[in-house]
């Protein structure tokens, strides 16, 4: 599987943005599909991820703001952020394995990161 995140930007405090990732492949609905960020000086923390039913998960820094989704038909996985907020400035990336999980080490396959930049 390979994986190509894109949507990052700069935007402002309380706007909204939605990542995306594309994944190449013919199993892509087999997989669970996670988010991840990693900020400057810090190490790669989890974001969110969807199982391959639908299911999906949250840290509780972006619950009730960020959701994830996935349109397998287009292999497709997204990242709808609101209500950013400065601590949110991070580079995020997407990444797969064959069920959930919640730790970067265990995930199989990443993308190549995309830049979110949240001003206050």
């Known amino acids: 599987v390979q994986l190509q995140a894109s949507g990052g930007g700069l935007v402002q405090a309380g706007d909204s943005l939605r990542l995306s990732c594309a994944a190449s492949?013919?199993?892509?609905?087999?997989?669970?599909m996670g988010w991840f960020r990693q900020a400057p000086g810090k190490q790669r923390e989890f974001v969110a991820v969807?199982?391959?039913?639908?299911?999906?998960y949250y840290a509780d820094s972006v619950k009730g703001r960020f959701t994830i989704s996935r349109d397998n038909a287009k292999r497709m996985v997204y990242l709808q952020m609101n209500s950013l907020k400065p601590e949110d400035t991070a580079v995020y990336y997407c990444?797969?394995?064959?069920?959930?999980?919640?730790?970067?080490?265990?995930?199989?396959?990443w993308g190549q990161g995309t830049l979110v930049t949240v001003s206050s």
């Open positions: 492949g013919p199993t892509f609905s087999n997989y669970a």
């Open positions: 990444a797969a394995r064959f069920s959930v999980a919640f730790m970067p080490g265990e995930y199989d396959y």
């Open positions: 969807i199982s391959w039913s639908g299911g999906t």
